[in-house]
């Protein structure tokens, strides 16, 4: 009766879960030709001191353009390469191929600070994702201090044996920051328990930042647990500068967001950091 039920519920509603199912079929068979066609690419986007002036490392974030689909956003594909496990390859992927080229830049001068990439919980999970790891940055020739692993809340809930995984990634060497914070559902207990680098304040809080008591409230919150807990922090999505400044009065270090640089390609990247060059603040850059 089930089954039938649920036949009948699937028809109701059959255009649009039809729609729905195509495109999901599409993505994912597309994902799987992606690496081999050479779809994929890696965008960059700075990490800043809030004045704007030093440059503290960049996130990687990969892009897809799609032969058959055009540009597709990982809002779009990478729930998809979750649910259907090709994420394990994406990922590793991104990580050879941003650790590649971020010890490229870090030998000719061109970049210091460290290097963040997105991990998802299904890579977490993959008891062969810490050797990957330091396979990877051997070969790369970076140090595991370069390397920032940025993890959600959500994702953390759904991998089994978490703290021993991440106490491992951690005592490589390696950074972990707790990405889109405050939109997730982390206990004080699993923060305290867990080995965190850093906080990074999801963009929805920030954004009416200025204006909102209730964002202001949660931002501050966030930011007395950070120092409690001995944790560094970042705000992601900052697009203006009353935000930045806000941000700066309450204490805050680090930033992310529009109002400094979008994500860029690896050559608008460069760019980017040349064009720096000669402005105030940013002789302190390459004492190596
Ligand atoms: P995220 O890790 O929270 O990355 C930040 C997202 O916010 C990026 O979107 C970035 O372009 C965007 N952003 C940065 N500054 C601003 C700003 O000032 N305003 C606004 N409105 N947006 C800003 P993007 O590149 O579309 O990535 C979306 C999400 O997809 C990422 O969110 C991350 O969760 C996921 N993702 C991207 N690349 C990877 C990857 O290689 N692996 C995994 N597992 N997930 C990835
Ligand atoms: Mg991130
Ligand atoms: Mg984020
Ligand atoms: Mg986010």
């Known amino acids: 009766a089930a089954k039938t039920a649920g036949r009948n519920r699937f ?3 059959h255009p649009r879960m039809a729609e729905v199912a195509n495109e999901r079929l599409a993505i994912e068979q597309g ?15 700075p990490q800043v001191s809030l004045d704007g002036r030093r440059v503290v490392g960049a996130e990687a974030l990969l892009r897809w353009t799609s032969v058959q689909l055009g540009q597709v956003g990982p809002d779009r594909f990478i729930p998809v390469a979750e649910e259907s496990g090709i994420i394990r390859s994406l990922g590793t992927w991104v990580l050879r191929q941003s650790l590649a080229t971020w010890a490229e830049w870090c030998r000719a001068g061109l970049v210091q ?9 299904l890579q977490l999970q993959d008891d062969t994702f810490i050797d990957v790891l330091a ?11 370069d390397l920032e692993i940025e993890v959600t809340e959500t994702a953390l809930q759904r991998v089994p044996q978490v703290e021993q995984r991440l ?21 004080l207990s699993m923060l305290k328990l867990l080995p965190l680098n850093r906080l990074k304040v999801d963009r ?19 930011a007395a647990m950070a120092d409690a807990l001995g944790l560094e922090l970042i705000a992601e999505g900052v697009e203006e500068e009353d935000q930045r400044q806000w941000l700066a009065n309450l204490g805050f270090k680090e930033a992310q967001g529009w109002l400094f640089a979008k994500a860029m390609s690896g050559v608008d990247f460069m760019r980017w950091l040349a064009d720096r ?12």
């Open 204 to 222: 929805a809080f920030v954004h009416d930042v200025v204006t909102t008591p209730s964002d202001q409230a949660i931002v501050r919150a966030i």
């Open 31 to 45: 994902l799987l030709q992606a690496m081999l066609n050479g779809e994929l690419s890696l965008h960059w986007q």
């Open 167 to 187: 106490t491992r990634i951690a005592d490589l060497g390696i950074q972990i920051a707790l990405d889109d914070f405050g939109t997730g559902y982390s206990s």
């Open 11 to 13: 028809e109701r509603y």
């Open 135 to 145: 396979r990877e940055l051997k070969e790369a020739g970076l140090q595991p201090q």
């Open 277 to 288: 060059d000669g402005t105030p603040g940013h002789a302190d850059q390459g004492g190596a």
């Open 113 to 121: 600070g460290r290097l963040a990439i997105n991990v998802s919980a």
